[in-house]
């Protein structure tokens, strides 16, 4: 539908109002909603901008506020393009209504800016930790970018960790789509990604320096890698006002592809699978009711970050309740037993302190190592019975993410931990399986 002449102050950027230049006014495209009441539709925009505003106006301290001139939301505004959007996901109605259904993850965070969002292999990061380096980095993407900023696919290989969702927040903060890659696919699978895409950029990390800068060369394409200035040193404290661009919802509202991901087909090459903001909060937010998240839940995700169970069930779904999401880019059964029991791992606590967790989403083949590892560990009687008790007591659900757990495997165990594993699971071709899996909100897994 179109919307002519939003009322002046439909754009809003913290505590400042900008007022959008008449001959820009008509361009302005909504496939965001399917209402067909214009009135109805700018009110609803205009009054949910203002919310925003006095939420951001309220959360900031005066040492926090918003500096920028001239958000580069407005001069974006001449790139919106009135193609029509293809997504592989359906919408329900009632999310399509919502007039915040269409904003990132992120545009929840002010509610838990002092909570620990992540936690990986170099500390706890706050969110607005995590939202201001994503800030920053937002800034170096602009700056590298050629042509259109805006609606560029971003391809992102880094580890399971901190600079994954930065990267991820970063890309969405610009109004570009996010194409994550992993470490386990070959160069030529690489290439190939690349290619398809038609990637604008490529963001890494130095683990992968090597690799990248052989893809950018050849492909053409500019790399920015974050060293570990950009994934380290969590910050607790922030005394520096805030010099980032909160963009609002009528730049969201045009930027309907969020996140692109690659899926094996029977017929040989992946096909790329993509997503808008609706189909991620809608899919993040029907996970969190049935897992029964909210701001205290802690899932240990090790999941592959290049799929939908490890980027939306475990990241984002617990991420837009302000959860905790502990976050390891290599599986070991080793930590991941330091987590499910609250003990300490590898005799470091500087760089490994004691982290519980009370949900596990895991994989059947991750299940089966953390099985053989319990064997190898656990022989003591007592010990066995601490491992029943503990994960009784402090983990809430297991869930199986991927593929099917096999039955001799759930059933084993089940009586090491006490918990019926949740079959929870889906493909990215499909959606609201983990509903129909799961059967019903479970608050927990254990036996009684």
Not at 74 to 84: C, D, G, M, R, T
Not at 176 to 186: G, W, Y
Not at 267 to 292: C, F, K, T
Not at 356 to 383: A, G, H, N, W
Request: hydrophobic fraction near 35%; charged fraction near 25%; include cysteine.
């Amino acid at each position: 539908m179109e919307f002519y002449k939003p009322a002046k102050g439909a754009l809003s950027l913290g505590k400042f109002t900008y007022d959008i230049k008449a001959n820009l006014r008509n361009k302005i495209t909504f496939a965001a909603s399917p209402q067909n009441d214009k009135t109805q539709q700018r009110k609803k925009y205009t009054e949910a901008n203002q919310g925003l505003k006095k939420k951001f106006s309220d959360k900031f301290s005066s040492a926090v506020q918003f500096n920028q001139p001239n958000p580069n939301c407005i001069e974006n505004l001449k790139y919106v393009s009135n193609k029509p959007v293809i997504s592989s996901q359906t919408v329900p109605a009632h999310y399509m209504d919502n007039s915040l259904s269409h904003m990132p993850v992120y545009h929840k965070v002010l509610d838990y800016f002092k909570n620990i969002a992540i936690t990986d292999s170099d500390g706890d990061f706050l969110y607005e930790d995590v939202f201001r380096r994503s800030c920053r980095l937002s800034k170096e993407i602009v700056s590298v970018l050629k042509g259109d900023k805006i609606d560029q696919k971003i391809c992102v290989l880094c580890p399971n960790g901190l600079s994954f969702v930065v990267a991820q927040w970063a890309t969405w903060m610009t109004g570009n789509i996010f194409v994550p890659l992993s470490k386990d696919h070959s160069l030529s699978a690489l290439e190939y990604f690349i290619k398809d895409c038609k990637a604008s950029l490529i963001i890494g990390t130095n683990e992968t320096s090597d690799t990248l800068n052989v893809l950018s060369k050849k492909m053409e394409v500019p790399l920015l890698l974050l060293d570990k200035t950009w994934t380290s040193n969590p910050v607790k404290e922030f005394e520096e006002s805030l010099d980032c661009e909160i963009f609002d919802q009528i730049f969201y509202a045009e930027r309907h592809s969020a996140l692109l991901l690659y899926a094996a087909t029977k017929n040989g090459s992946p096909a790329g699978m993509l997503y808008r903001h609706y189909n991620l909060n809608a899919q993040a937010d029907g996970i969190a009711e049935v897992w029964d998240l909210d701001q205290k839940s802690s899932v240990l995700n090790a999941l592959p970050n290049n799929r939908t169970y490890g980027i939306i069930s475990s990241l984002l779904a617990p991420l837009s309740v302000g959860g905790r999401v502990v976050m390891m880019d290599k599986f070991d059964s080793v930590q991941a037993w330091a987590y499910l029991l609250g003990v300490g791992y590898n005799g470091d606590k500087e760089k490994y302190p004691r982290t519980t967790v009370d949900i596990l989403s895991s994989t059947p083949e991750q299940y089966c190592k953390l099985l053989q590892r319990y064997q190898e560990m656990f022989k003591d009687p007592k010990m066995k019975d601490f491992v029943y008790t503990r994960c009784r007591k402090a983990v809430r659900l297991m869930l199986c993410s991927n593929a099917e757990l096999p039955a001799d495997l759930a059933e084993n165990w089940r009586q090491i931990t006490g918990h019926s594993i949740l079959q929870s699971f889906s493909k990215p071709q499909h959606t609201g399986t983990y509903v129909k899996l799961s059967r019903g909100k479970r608050q927990s897994t254990v036996v009684p």
